[in-house]
């Protein structure tokens, strides 16, 4: 089993910026390819972006290309997620996700418990 911990999660103006992160531990191996989704209340789990175990690869939604950056520390298991310039729609909650093999979409086999994003404007 792989166990995600995310934090970082806060209340930041529009415009502002904001970076989680996720620490993975058990099975990390397992752990080819981490990512992020959101879901904002009342809407459905939303793919953000991955990145691969080299961090060589990574693929954005549309929605936030350009504005936010994931990266990776494999000596630490962990994947962050740099927000800039974030928009009120923004909010949502941020999961992190892992899986073992790169696929688009990303299809994760773990799951964070989530942290909270709200963007105010």
């Known amino acids: 089993q792989v166990q995600l911990v995310e934090s970082g999660g806060g209340l930041v103006q529009a415009g502002g910026s904001l970076r989680l992160s996720c620490a993975a531990s058990g099975r990390t191996f397992s752990t080819d390819v981490m990512g992020w989704f959101r879901q904002a209340p009342g809407k459905e789990r939303e793919f953000v972006g991955s990145?691969?175990?080299?961090?060589?690869?990574?693929y954005y939604a549309s929605s936030v290309k350009g504005r936010f950056t994931i990266s990776r520390d494999n000596a630490k298991n962990t994947v962050y997620l740099q927000m800039n310039s974030l928009k009120p729609e923004d909010t949502a909650v941020y999961y992190c996700?892992?899986?073992?093999?790169?696929?688009?979409?990303?299809?994760?086999?773990?799951w964070g418990q989530g942290t909270q994003v709200i963007a105010s404007s």
């Open positions: 996700a892992a899986e073992a093999m790169w696929n688009i979409p990303m299809q994760p086999d773990y």
């Open positions: 990145i691969t175990r080299s961090g060589g690869t990574t």
